[in-house]
């Protein structure tokens, strides 16, 4: 597809523009041949400025990582990579997304560089391509030429989180018999399990099984296991954004708990378990209800 590029005028620009209209009335009308001269050096440092601006937007290719986890409604950071195919450098490039936006000082020929833009998702779900604006004041900030790109991005933006009051969740638990975690009598030394690292003691970390996998696993003893809690759009009040909601925050209290943690859909139930990965799922799921 071809790009569209559009430009704005700065307010360098009104002013630059509004001197050489009136020169050009007043070369007209005194027949001045300096004036005439002035004018013609205005307009073509104009033209040689637009030139040079749309040089310098082309070429460039643009990528978008998003982080591991992005929830609707909160402030994200984007790692944005821009790469310039030209021989000459790019100078003062910017990249927008949104409110947030980042500025590339310098982007030598054939090099990449990277920046971070900060942004807010308002909607939870799947976003096959984000839009964002690339735009530059080169060379002298007269005018910002710019162009509008989708570039292409596989993520899922998680619900925003909506905390329970405690109260409710204390009723909630005792209803569903999973207020406490139930200690077995073997005891704290008798392994249990492994199960993924979320933010447990140092002194639990499964050293031997982590160096063979490359990711931290934590022993899981037995009187720290629980009943597995499985939840359901049922057992929340709300709207259904507001139930999707509560239940993203559910999942992701009780997963930094160490609780097994599964979840009841219309169609299919995800089993409980443990670990960042699985809370990754259920909040994917919660996402594209």
Same mark, same amino acid.
């Given at each position: 597809?071809?790009?569209? &590029?559009?430009?704005?005028?700065? #307010?360098?620009?009104?002013?630059? =523009?509004? =001197?050489? %209209?009136?020169?050009?009335?007043?070369?007209?009308?005194?027949?001045?041949?300096?004036?005439?001269?002035?004018?013609?050096?205005?307009?073509?440092?104009?033209?040689?400025?637009? =030139?040079?601006?749309?040089?310098?937007?082309?070429?460039?290719?643009?990528?978008?990582?998003?982080?591991? /986890?992005?929830?609707?409604?909160?402030?994200?950071?984007?790692?944005?990579?821009?790469?310039?195919?030209?021989?000459?450098?790019?100078?003062?490039?910017? @990249?927008?997304?949104?409110?947030?936006? &980042?500025?590339?000082?310098?982007?030598?020929?054939?090099?990449?560089?990277?920046?971070?833009?900060?942004?807010?998702?308002?909607?939870?779900?799947?976003?096959?391509? %984000?839009?964002?604006?690339?735009?530059?004041?080169?060379?002298?900030?007269?005018?910002?030429?710019? !162009?509008?790109?989708? @570039?292409?991005?596989?993520?899922? @933006?998680?619900?925003?989180?909506?905390? @329970?009051?405690?109260?409710?969740?204390?009723?909630?638990?005792? /209803?569903?018999?999973?207020?406490?975690?139930?200690? $077995?009598?073997?005891? &704290?030394?008798?392994?249990?399990?492994?199960?993924?690292?979320?933010?447990?003691?140092?002194?639990? =970390?499964?050293?031997?099984?982590?160096?063979?996998?490359?990711?931290?696993?934590?022993? *899981?003893?037995?009187?720290?296991?629980?009943?597995? +809690?499985?939840?359901?759009? *049922?057992? +929340? /009040?709300?709207?259904?954004?507001? $139930?999707?909601?509560?239940?993203? !925050?559910?999942? #992701?209290?009780?997963?930094?708990?160490? $609780?097994?943690?599964?979840?009841?859909?219309? *169609? $299919?139930?995800?089993?409980?378990?443990?670990?960042?990965?699985?809370?990754?799922?259920?909040?994917?799921?919660?996402?594209?209800?």
């Amino acid at each position: 597809m071809k790009t569209r &590029y559009k430009v704005r005028v700065n #307010r360098v620009g009104v002013i630059f =523009i509004g =001197i050489t %209209i009136f020169l050009g009335v007043a070369a007209v009308n005194t027949a001045n041949n300096l004036l005439y001269l002035v004018v013609s050096y205005m307009l073509s440092f104009m033209l040689l400025s637009g =030139i040079l601006s749309l040089y310098n937007l082309r070429e460039l290719e643009v990528v978008l990582i998003p982080p591991e /986890e992005v929830y609707a409604g909160t402030m994200t950071e984007l790692r944005v990579l821009v790469k310039n195919r030209k021989r000459l450098p790019a100078f003062l490039v910017g @990249v927008r997304i949104g409110e947030g936006s &980042y500025v590339f000082p310098l982007i030598l020929g054939g090099k990449e560089v990277e920046g971070m833009v900060s942004t807010i998702f308002e909607r939870r779900g799947h976003y096959s391509s %984000i839009n964002l604006e690339v735009a530059s004041s080169f060379p002298i900030g007269l005018f910002e030429r710019f !162009y509008s790109v989708e @570039v292409p991005v596989n993520l899922v @933006v998680f619900p925003k989180p909506l905390a @329970v009051a405690e109260t409710y969740l204390s009723a909630f638990q005792r /209803e569903k018999g999973q207020a406490k975690f139930q200690s $077995r009598s073997r005891g &704290y030394e008798e392994l249990y399990g492994v199960r993924e690292y979320s933010n447990e003691p140092l002194k639990l =970390i499964h050293w031997k099984i982590s160096a063979k996998t490359g990711s931290l696993y934590v022993k *899981d003893m037995v009187e720290e296991s629980a009943p597995p +809690v499985v939840l359901s759009l *049922d057992m +929340v /009040e709300g709207t259904l954004e507001e $139930r999707v909601s509560k239940l993203a !925050y559910l999942v #992701r209290r009780f997963t930094s708990e160490g $609780r097994q943690v599964g979840l009841r859909l219309t *169609d $299919r139930t995800i089993q409980p378990s443990t670990g960042v990965s699985h809370k990754r799922r259920l909040l994917s799921e919660l996402a594209l209800l």
